[in-house]
């Protein structure tokens, strides 16, 4: 099944204590994405990337880094969470960019 | 001015009419819009996309742009209480592959 993978689906943790939520595609896609979305403030995106080694940042990349050194996996992380990086984190992918994106599950994030 | 702007709503609209939600977007250089659906706590998921001014009929859900006008919009014909939900629109940036997303229009169909 063609799909978008994030793991963990629930995550709590602490303020400074490094993490990473990992993302997979299974379509070949180049195009890979993470946004977080709030209430009041949409769907926000964090990083992007158009091809493995390349990626750019986003809207609200403050506090985040990312890699692509293969197609599928584009993990996010997060080296000192604070609270204000509590949110609803969603990892997406396209062929193009152009013919849309396919979304991951989500992960639902609290730093306390 | 927000790049992709939408009526948050909640618009509501009685079973099996017509639901009409808009969307406008300032980057004049943009070439692809799409339309995704987000039930609460669930991904967002694609219902349509478009290129081209004109419409795009999907089933009931037909896609309308205005490129002149910097205008999308989403009609869905016969709505149905299972249509309710958030739908969201999304311009991509003509110059790099950032989908920016408008806040979302909630949509309620009542039976």
């Known amino acids: 099944e063609a799909q978008v993978t994030q793991n963990p689906r629930y995550l709590i943790t602490v303020t400074g204590k490094k993490l990473t939520v990992t993302c997979s595609q299974n379509m070949n896609h180049e195009y890979m994405s993470w946004y977080r979305q709030d209430p009041g403030l949409g769907l926000r995106q964090i990083y992007y990337?158009?091809?493995?080694?390349?990626?750019d940042k986003g809207d609200v990349p403050e506090g985040y880094k990312v890699s692509r050194k293969e197609k599928r996996n584009f993990p996010l992380i997060l080296e000192s969470p604070s609270p204000n990086q509590t949110s609803l984190y969603f990892c997406?992918?396209?062929?193009?960019?152009?013919?849309?994106?396919?979304f991951g599950s989500g992960t639902r994030l609290t730093v306390v | 001015q927000k790049e992709v702007e939408q009526n948050s709503g909640p618009l509501s609209v009685p079973e099996g009419a017509i639901a009409s939600l808009n969307c406008t977007y300032s980057?004049?250089?943009?070439?692809?819009f799409f339309w995704y659906r987000q039930y609460s706590g669930k991904s967002p998921e694609l219902i349509m996309s478009i290129y081209s001014n004109g419409d795009k009929e999907d089933g009931r859900f037909t896609a309308q742009l205005n490129k002149a006008s910097q205008y999308v919009s989403l009609l869905i014909r016969d709505s149905q209480p299972s249509d309710s939900a958030t739908y969201l629109c999304a311009v991509l940036s003509g110059n790099t592959g950032k989908l920016i997303f408008g806040q979302g229009t909630t949509l309620q169909v009542k039976p």
């Open positions: 990337s158009m091809n493995v080694e390349v990626t």
């Open positions: 980057d004049r250089v943009s070439q692809s």
């Open positions: 997406a992918s396209s062929l193009s960019g152009g013919d849309g994106y396919t």
